[in-house]
């Protein structure tokens, strides 16, 4: 028996015409196919759709065959890939045939078949259909492909920010040149397309779209930690600020070049209380949501514990490099800054274990 399997990855059928999905049979991918061509002219799945029921009545007359339209999700390939697969198995059960299934697979584009080991994992596959749409070669056809890849989100920011870069370029030169400062323009213009290179490199949209709705939600909720993290930033910033200056006056406290030990254990000591006052305000700020919300556990009580036991550490640590802590006070520091951490540790994990056997 012969599948005829219509692939649509990003279930633009189901979001567009709310039709339940897989669709199995002629007059119901047909039905299917006119309405999404109804809501969306444009897109190309329709001509998947189409292009399915022809070659359903191609075949029909040679061997026995079914046509079907199957769809994933918006958004992430791997979730796309597993609802197809799960539509699939929903077809192939459906079908109460006991002669070995065969399928051909028509998609849109190399997107869509992404989701080819998918399918051969369930039954063999004997062809694939990729339909394209053909286009004169004239005006009309370029205008439409560029429409086509401004009204695309992703394409569009792939081509177009580069691009506004680059033309931004001359009339930031005239400005520059009018202020003074010419050379400014060229390092701004590479900083920025550097920025949004490694941006698009490394994947971060979605990280960034998280950070974002994580601050909504907690500004809306009214989450201390909002407020604790800004302040912690805030912190970090004097911190790095003191730490740069503990360094600038042993430089001119001392004729030469400082090794590097020195620079860093300078660095170091004038950041150390400031970083643990960051620390200590975000790791407060922590609990005191994770309480207000029920989340609350008695080891995220180690947490300030850890900060000063590490903050106390590295101060002493610098301060020795820097010859303004002894060793035997060291000793004392690092002995008592690990005695506190393991010490709070084993307390809250006694205190949640009674918790717990309490209820």
């Given at each position: 028996?012969?599948?005829?399997?219509?692939?649509?990855?990003?279930?633009?059928?189901?979001?567009?015409?709310?039709?339940?999905?897989?669709?199995?049979?002629?007059?119901?991918?047909?039905?299917?196919?006119?309405?999404?061509?109804?809501?969306?002219?444009?897109?190309?799945?329709?001509?998947?759709?189409?292009?399915?029921?022809?070659?359903?009545?191609?075949?029909?007359?040679?061997?026995?065959?079914?046509?079907?339209?199957?769809?994933?999700?918006?958004?992430?390939?791997?979730?796309?890939?597993?609802?197809?697969?799960?539509?699939?198995?929903?077809?192939?059960?459906?079908?109460?045939?006991?002669?070995?299934?065969?399928?051909?697979?028509?998609?849109?584009?190399?997107?869509?078949?992404?989701?080819?080991?998918?399918?051969?994992?369930?039954?063999?596959?004997?062809?694939?259909?990729?339909?394209?749409?053909?286009?004169?070669?004239?005006?009309?056809?370029?205008?439409?492909?560029?429409?086509?890849?401004?009204?695309?989100?992703?394409?569009?920011?792939?081509?177009?920010?580069?691009?506004?870069?680059?033309?931004?370029?001359?009339?930031?030169?005239?400005?520059?040149?009018?202020?003074?400062?010419?050379?400014?323009?060229?390092?701004?213009?590479?900083?920025?397309?550097?920025?949004?290179?490694?941006?698009?490199?490394?994947?971060?949209?979605?990280?960034?779209?998280?950070?974002?709705?994580?601050?909504?939600?907690?500004?809306?909720?009214?989450?201390?930690?909002?407020?604790?993290?800004?302040?912690?930033?805030?912190?970090?910033?004097?911190?790095?600020?003191?730490?740069?200056?503990?360094?600038?006056?042993?430089?001119?406290?001392?004729?030469?070049?400082?090794?590097?030990?020195?620079?860093?254990?300078?660095?170091?000591?004038?950041?150390?209380?400031?970083?643990?006052?960051?620390?200590?305000?975000?790791?407060?700020?922590?609990?005191?949501?994770?309480?207000?919300?029920?989340?609350?556990?008695?080891?995220?009580?180690?947490?300030?514990?850890?900060?000063?036991?590490?903050?106390?550490?590295?101060?002493?640590?610098?301060g020795f490099f820097l010859r303004t802590v002894s060793l035997p006070t060291l000793a004392a520091v690092l002995t008592v800054g690990t005695l506190m951490s393991v010490?709070?540790?084993?307390?809250?994990?006694?205190?949640?274990?009674?918790?717990?056997?309490?209820?």
């Amino acid at each position: 028996m012969l599948l005829v399997l219509c692939v649509d990855l990003d279930d633009d059928l189901g979001r567009k015409t709310e039709t339940s999905t897989p669709v199995v049979g002629r007059d119901a991918v047909e039905d299917a196919a006119v309405a999404l061509a109804t809501v969306d002219p444009e897109d190309s799945d329709v001509n998947v759709l189409f292009e399915g029921v022809h070659l359903y009545d191609d075949l029909v007359g040679e061997e026995r065959v079914e046509v079907a339209a199957v769809t994933g999700v918006e958004g992430s390939d791997v979730q796309a890939n597993r609802a197809v697969g799960t539509e699939v198995d929903e077809v192939l059960a459906g079908l109460q045939t006991g002669e070995e299934v065969r399928t051909v697979i028509v998609t849109d584009g190399a997107q869509d078949e992404s989701v080819l080991p998918v399918i051969r994992s369930r039954a063999k596959i004997d062809g694939v259909r990729r339909v394209v749409v053909r286009q004169a070669q004239d005006l009309e056809s370029m205008y439409y492909t560029i429409k086509q890849v401004l009204n695309d989100p992703e394409t569009r920011g792939t081509i177009l920010v580069p691009l506004g870069v680059l033309l931004l370029i001359y009339p930031l030169a005239v400005l520059a040149s009018f202020l003074g400062l010419p050379g400014a323009v060229l390092g701004l213009s590479s900083g920025a397309l550097g920025l949004y290179a490694l941006f698009r490199g490394l994947g971060l949209a979605d990280t960034v779209d998280d950070l974002v709705e994580r601050a909504r939600d907690s500004l809306y909720t009214g989450r201390v930690t909002l407020i604790t993290y800004v302040v912690a930033a805030a912190l970090l910033v004097i911190g790095g600020v003191e730490g740069v200056d503990r360094l600038t006056d042993y430089r001119a406290a001392t004729d030469g070049a400082l090794p590097v030990t020195t620079v860093v254990a300078a660095l170091v000591n004038g950041a150390a209380t400031w970083f643990a006052a960051a620390g200590l305000t975000s790791s407060v700020g922590q609990i005191t949501d994770e309480y207000l919300h029920d989340g609350f556990k008695w080891q995220y009580l180690n947490a300030p514990f850890y900060v000063l036991a590490i903050a106390a550490v590295l101060y002493a640590l610098s301060g020795f490099f820097l010859r303004t802590v002894s060793l035997p006070t060291l000793a004392a520091v690092l002995t008592v800054g690990t005695l506190m951490s393991v010490l709070s540790t084993l307390a809250f994990a006694v205190i949640e274990d009674r918790g717990t056997w309490a209820k």
